[in-house]
C-alpha cells in the first residue's frame, strides 16, 4: 500500500477532526477523498505530509510509518499541488526551476520536463512571464506542473480543477491518466468537483464532520448500492406512461422526468413496447447511470439511511 491509516484519529484541543479513520490508497490507484468544507480533509493530507501527527492510531506511507526521522525521505516522493503561494516576483520558468533543483533533479532534465509540462500545459508564451502577471486559472496549471516536475510515486492533488476552464480540465485529467498508467503514479485528490469523476477515480472515501461515511472501490460501491436498472423515458404523456411503467415496477415522475427501474436491463423491452402498443410517442428512453455524484450525496444527505436516490437525481 502506498498510504495505509489505521484507526486514526487527530484532537487538537478538545476537538476531534478526525475520528477512527480507515483508508488505504494502493500503487498505481486514483484515491478521491470527498467531503464538504470542514469535513477534515485538509487535516487528513497533513497527517499524510508529516506537517501533523496522530493523536491515535497509524499512518504509513510507502510502508513506513510517519516519523520526524523519516518525513524527508518520504516528502522526496511525494507531489503536492495546492494553494501554497508560488514566488510571485520569478517568472514561471524560474519557479519550476528552482522546485526543480529542490528535488535534486539534474539541470538538462529540468530543461526538458519544464518544456514537456508547458507543452502538455499550453504554457510556452507564458514561460517568461512573472506570476504575478497570470489568472487564476494560469497560476493553477504551474502549481500542479510544480508538483509533478520530480514524477513522484503520490501525487496530492487538492482541488486541482479549481479555475480552469473545461477544456483545461481535460487536458490536465488526460496528463493525470498518463502518469498513472506511464509511471505507475498513486493519486490522491481531495476535491469539490464530483462531475465525472467514475471516468478518472479507482477509490473513494467521504468524510463528514472527522468521520468516515464511505470508503472502497467507487464502481463497487455504485453497483452494490443501486442494483436495479433504471430509464428515464420521454414520452408525450407522462402520466399514462406512469401508469403502464408501474405494472413492470417501481416507477416515478421526478422533476419532471418519468424514471422507472428494471431488475434486470431486457425488462425495458417489454416496457417499451407496452408503450408503443398503447400507442404513445416514445422519444428516448435513456439508462440513467448513476456516479460518484450520487453516491456522495446519498452519503453525506440521507447518510445511507431510507432517503432514495431519486431524492437527489
Known amino acids: 500500500m502506498i498510504v495505509n491509516f489505521e484507526n486514526v484519529s487527530k484532537k487538537i484541543g478538545s476537538n476531534y477532526i478526525l475520528e477512527n479513520i480507515n483508508f488505504d490508497i494502493k500503487k498505481g490507484h486514483v484515491f478521491a477523498l470527498l467531503g464538504p468544507n470542514g469535513a477534515g480533509k485538509t487535516t487528513t493530507l497533513r497527517l499524510i505530509t508529516g506537517l501533523l501527527s496522530a493523536t491515535n492510531g497509524e ?4 510502508g513506513k ?7 524527508n525521505k518520504i516528502r522526496q516522493n511525494i507531489g503536492i499541488q495546492n494553494d501554497c503561494s508560488l514566488y510571485e516576483k520569478l517568472t514561471v520558468n524560474q519557479n519550476l526551476k528552482f522546485w526543480g533543483k529542490l528535488y535534486g533533479i539534474d539541470s538538462n532534465k529540468i530543461k526538458d520536463k519544464i518544456n514537456e509540462l508547458t507543452n502538455i500545459f499550453k504554457m510556452n508564451n507564458k514561460l517568461n512571464s512573472k506570476v504575478s502577471t497570470l489568472s487564476k486559472g494560469m497560476k493553477q496549471k504551474v502549481l500542479i506542473m510544480r508538483a509533478i516536475m520530480h514524477e513522484p510515486r503520490l501525487l496530492i492533488l487538492d482541488e486541482p480543477t479549481s479555475g480552469l476552464d473545461p477544456q483545461m ?3 490536465v485529467i488526460s496528463y493525470l491518466d498518463v502518469l498513472v498508467k506511464k509511471f505507475n503514479t498513486s493519486i490522491l485528490m481531495a476535491t469539490h468537483q464530483l462531475q465525472g469523476l467514475e471516468d478518472f477515480v479507482d477509490d473513494i472515501a467521504i468524510i463528514n464532520s472527522g468521520k468516515l461515511m464511505l470508503n472502497g472501490n467507487a464502481k463497487k460501491l455504485i453497483n452494490n448500492r443501486w442494483k436495479n436498472y433504471v430509464y428515464e423515458i420521454d414520452s408525450d404523456h407522462n402520466d399514462i406512461a406512469l401508469n403502464i411503467c408501474l405494472k413492470y415496477g417501481n416507477s416515478y415522475i421526478k422533476n419532471g422526468k418519468l424514471l422507472t427501474e428494471c431488475i434486470k436491463r431486457n425488462e425495458i423491452s417489454n416496457i417499451s413496447k407496452a408503450l408503443f402498443d398503447y400507442g404513445l410517442n416514445i422519444y428516448g428512453i435513456v ?3 448513476h456516479t460518484i ?4 450525496f446519498e452519503t453525506i444527505k440521507g447518510e445511507m439511511n431510507e432517503y432514495s436516490y431519486k431524492n437527489y437525481i
Do not use: C, G, L, P
Not at 499512518?59 to 510507502?62: G, I, R
Not at 510509518?65 to 518525513?71: E, P
Open 59 to 62: 499512518v504509513k506511507v510507502f
Open 65 to 71: 510509518k510517519i516519523s520526524s526521522n523519516k518525513n
Open 169 to 171: 480540465i481535460e487536458d
Open 287 to 289: 439508462e440513467h447511470k
Open 293 to 296: 455524484k450520487d453516491m456522495y
